[in-house]
């Protein structure tokens, strides 16, 4: 594990205790705390061995809990904001290996936000059409709005990930066999990096967490999909296939958070074997980083406010 990840601050001081004892800058002061033991930033010699897949909170399930809860509150709170200003928005991007919990932080995260603000869209293998297209392009038809909190199950880096490691695909993408070259790679990295920094300077954050879950974590999973009835549509025989490349992928993840991660579009690398800490880490990670965008209500002018005093005031002369 590398420096960086060693230093686990305490969970005293990280990890928010009763809400009845945390103030709002407590509480964002905790967040960042907490989130940025995760964040690769623009850390060049990343290695993701030296990232862990096991962290968990020495507290009782119910302190877990109450913990995430208030995070989701506390999101909730300020999505309103970011609703109401209508001027920034963010963009969240999972990926992450199957079974790794996309699908449950999301669902648990999120679950406080108001669905009038937030969207998720989930990308899998692209279509005809799609594939008659740049490889950006599927994903920015659903980029969100000012305003709102837009969420990628899986993304554009799916392009270099599962089609790095299966260059089969690469090869039935319609592109020009001169434009296959050896430095394919290297060109989407830089495209991706444009791309995000393009996103940035007209307004819209990019967050981005890879769910980092072990190989025997990720067994365990499978065999309780395979055991429980009501997980079964979630497993299939390719999900197992796809196991079998599992270095290659993490190859994959390292080279494409080694080169995307930036100051601005950051990785979080969260650890995910236990569920209930990573879904905490993310929550802490978005909190933080909305916290970067100095969100406030927009500002009512004296003379709206003078309407509206006096229309407080024809309904209060109401007789009933």
Known sequence: MSEKNKKHISNSETIPGDSQKLNKKELLQRAKKFSEQYCVGDNKDFKLRDWTTSDSINEKKSTVKK?????????AAMQDILYAQDKWSVLIIFQAMDAAGK????????????????????FKA??????DHDFLWRCQKHLPERGRIGIFNRSYYEEVLVVRVHEQILKGQKLPEKLITKDIWENRFEDIRNFEKYLNRNGTVVIKFFLNVSKEEQKKRFIERVDNPDKNWKFSAADAKERGYWNDYMFAYEELIKNTSTKKSPWYVIPADDKSYARIAIASAIIHALDEMDLEYPKVSDEKIAELNVVKQSLLDEKE
């Not at 913990?67 to 999101?75: P, Y």
């Not at 692209?126 to 594939?131: F, T």
């Open 67 to 75: 913990t995430l809860k208030m995070g989701v509150k506390a999101l």
């Open 103 to 122: 699908d449950g932080a999301i669902k648990h995260v999120m679950s406080g936000i108001n669905p009038q603000g937030c969207q998720v869209s989930s």
């Open 126 to 131: 692209p279509s005809s059409e799609e594939l």
